[in-house]
């Protein structure tokens, strides 16, 4: 073989498998947790245990609270959590750099009395438009943070499953408003049940995704049975990403470790039966059937505390990983022993 040849061949190579805008591949994952906001500064730095799981990536959440049926976003408050202000944010963004890891910032509006965002909506135009002028103001702040501090993605919103439907056009104008203060990746976490009428993907880098997706009746169902479930909501991801060209991004994605943790996974632990096993069945399905493939990006893990050696444990029922039999499973596929 001609030497100019071969070498002209395996530069065009080395292009196509580290180009930045190219579709992540299984070596290429984005393996991350959703990191919850610290109550009160921490004493030492908390990321050493995400390293541990073998992530490459956390997301940071700088949460807003509103209220139904109100226009009104709130952030930045005195009474928060340090983790969720402007200050906390910045520090647990530059803590989670110093130890290697990606960031994405994902600001996510949590409704008093309510709780997630899906249901929220305006009743008069006037307010809508009170609400589209707070969130603006609450999402620029954390963007242009985001562009500061380097952190490599945002996120433009969490599961507004109605208002991304009623104000569709503001979504669009507040994306470009966006890239003129922030040059890294977005996103928007659209909930499982809702991200076919986002109508904005084309304008976005990643099809995120909180991918609760019900899957098993069953106490403790089975990996296999557990694929099985998997493959119509996989097709038609994959369709949406042959749509559009965007990978898919799993946003926030986990399991409590409970009985019929696949039956509603947005379902906290509550008073159902410890169960670790159908925890790990869970996780190993949902890395099986996605993690190889070329269209996804990856995802993040709902949900880690910032006080691993408290979190989790044998008696813990709710979604964390930590200090549980399943974090060996995140381990292995994490740390790409699968591939």
């Not at 209220?67 to 530059?94: K, L």
């Not at 097709?235 to 042959?242: N, S, V």
């Not at 691993?308 to 399943?326: D, L």
Request: proline content about 5%.
């Amino acid at each position: 073989m001609n030497p100019r040849f071969f070498l002209l061949t395996f530069l065009c190579f080395c292009f196509l498998a580290f180009s930045d805008d190219s579709v992540p591949n299984a070596s290429s994952k984005i393996n991350g947790v959703n990191f919850t906001a610290p109550v009160r500064k921490p004493a030492n730095n908390p990321f050493n245990p995400v390293l541990e799981a073998q992530a490459n990536w956390t997301s940071v959440v700088p949460y807003a609270y509103g209220r139904p049926g109100r226009p009104a976003v709130n952030f930045d408050q005195g009474w928060q959590w340090w983790g969720e202000t402007s200050r906390g944010t910045r520090e647990t963004i530059r803590q989670a750099k110093s130890k290697g890891l990606k960031i994405m910032v994902k600001p996510h509006v949590w409704i008093m009395g309510q709780g997630w965002a899906g249901d929220f909506a305006c009743k008069t135009v006037e307010d809508w438009e009170i609400w589209e002028r707070d969130y603006e103001a609450y999402i620029l702040t954390f963007a242009k943070m985001a562009e500061e501090e380097g952190a490599e993605m945002f996120c433009i919103g969490t599961e507004y499953r109605k208002a991304v439907i009623h104000r569709s056009p503001y979504w669009r104008d507040l994306i470009r408003k966006v890239r003129r203060v922030y040059s890294g990746k977005l996103t928007y976490a659209a909930n499982w049940d809702n991200y076919e009428k986002v109508t904005f993907w084309d304008q976005l880098d990643y099809i995120g995704i909180d991918a609760y997706f019900p899957l098993s009746n069953d106490q403790t169902p089975t990996t296999k049975t557990l694929l099985t479930a998997w493959k119509p909501y996989a097709k038609r991801l994959q369709k949406l990403h042959d749509r559009t060209g965007k990978p898919v991004l799993f946003t926030e994605y986990g399991y409590c470790s409970a009985d019929y943790t696949a039956r509603q996974p947005w379902s906290e632990g509550g008073d159902r039966a410890l169960n670790f096993q159908g925890q790990i069945h869970a996780y190993e399905a949902l890395y099986q059937i996605f993690w190889e493939k070329e269209w996804m990006a990856g995802g993040f893990i709902w949900k880690w505390f910032e006080y691993h050696e408290q979190a989790g444990g044998a008696k813990h029922r709710g979604y964390t990983p930590q200090n549980k039999p399943v974090i060996k499973t995140i381990q292995k596929w994490y740390g790409g022993g699968k591939f």
